[in-house]
């Protein structure tokens, strides 16, 4: 007998054909998991699970006792409990390494946007303002030549910090719990303590995973340490860092301008200044968001379930702990 995989979101008609030359497919399109009566009444029959913005409950993996496998269309799994899956044995598969340029080019369009005020201006523009040359009212800052400081050098930082460090002449600082040597030869990175590199860039990215030590990492007392003139950039999850904090951070000065793709909550409430702010480039969470980025997100989760069913060490397996072969 087949197996059972359960989507939730929609792949291309080549991958749903990939997954059913081996498995049963079922593809719920509800707008939530919680919220679509076929996924749920399907949960107890499967043994794979794919989408992407999974928020996995213990009432959910008690309701799937035949699940061996859930592949993620993510890098980042933080609504997922990693411990209660290893526990059972679930193994947990996601998609780094094909979003990683995508994502970077999100980030130094913000580091760019904000920077050089694009958006702010361009509503300048359309609002039939510019009715002369433009003055200081209206300058920017440099980008080149400027000092970047990283907050998190994984793949997507260090993808961050090589456009900036190799495009833009940038010095790049980067605070990260590993040194990281090969990077610091290749773009002549050094490493910093956070605070010292909040005193000392000029633009600041964020790119950490959300976990327990960064929720939060930061808030007043971090801006507080950073220049006036300062960039930051926001391209990881929108819970490390305290919202209403770089809210007034920005509204007294502390901070120059913000570039931001993710928010505490999301959507963003309609209540939020943040998008009203003339220093503030808010973006829907598009990091990975172009066409050839979520095919290969896609391509890739399902063939970390294909692998995991059939007995196969998965290509990206979050929970190392859980893996042991098994018959397909």
Not at 67 to 76: F, K, R, Y
Not at 104 to 132: C, H, P, Y
Request: contains cysteine; aromatic residues 4%; proline residues 6%.
């Amino acid at each position: 007998m087949k197996k059972h995989i359960l989507i939730h979101g929609r792949l291309t008609d080549t991958q749903l054909a990939q997954l059913a030359e081996r498995f049963e497919v079922q593809v719920c399109l509800g707008a939530t998991p919680a919220e679509d009566p076929d996924f749920l009444d399907a949960l107890p029959r499967a043994h794979g699970l794919i989408g992407s913005g999974l928020a996995i409950t213990p009432e959910w993996l008690d309701a799937a006792p035949n699940l061996e496998a859930i592949a993620t269309i993510s890098v980042g799994y933080d609504g997922i409990p990693v411990e209660e899956l290893t526990r059972r044995g679930i193994l947990l598969c996601n998609t780094p390494d094909v979003l990683t340029e995508t994502t970077a080019d999100t980030g130094f369009a913000l580091i760019l946007a904000a920077s050089r005020r694009v958006v702010e201006l361009a509503d300048f523009v359309r609002r039939g303002d510019w009715q002369a040359s433009i003055g200081e009212a209206q300058f920017g800052s440099d980008v080149y030549g400027k000092t970047l400081g990283m907050i998190g050098f994984g793949r997507i930082g260090a993808a961050v910090a090589r456009r900036g460090a190799l495009g833009f002449g940038m010095r790049v600082l980067y605070s990260n719990a590993s040194p990281k040597p090969a990077l610091e030869q290749e773009l002549g990175a050094e490493r910093r303590e956070m605070d010292a590199l909040l005193e000392e860039a000029d633009i600041i990215c964020v790119t950490v995973p959300l976990t327990a030590e960064t929720e939060h990492l930061i808030g007043a007392r971090e801006f507080s340490l950073m220049k006036p003139s300062a960039i930051f950039v926001n391209i990881a999850r929108g819970r490390v860092v305290r919202e209403a904090d770089l809210i007034a951070a920005l509204e007294k000065g502390q901070v120059r301008a913000a570039g931001l793709d993710v928010f505490e909550q999301e959507p963003l409430s309609p209540e939020s200044p943040l998008p009203h702010m003339p220093n503030v480039v808010a973006l829907p969470h598009i990091g990975s968001a172009t066409r050839e980025t979520r095919d290969a997100m896609a391509q890739r989760a399902v063939d970390n379930i294909s692998r995991a069913l059939q007995g196969q060490r998965p290509i990206s397996l979050v929970n190392e702990e859980a893996w042991r072969p098994r018959t397909a």
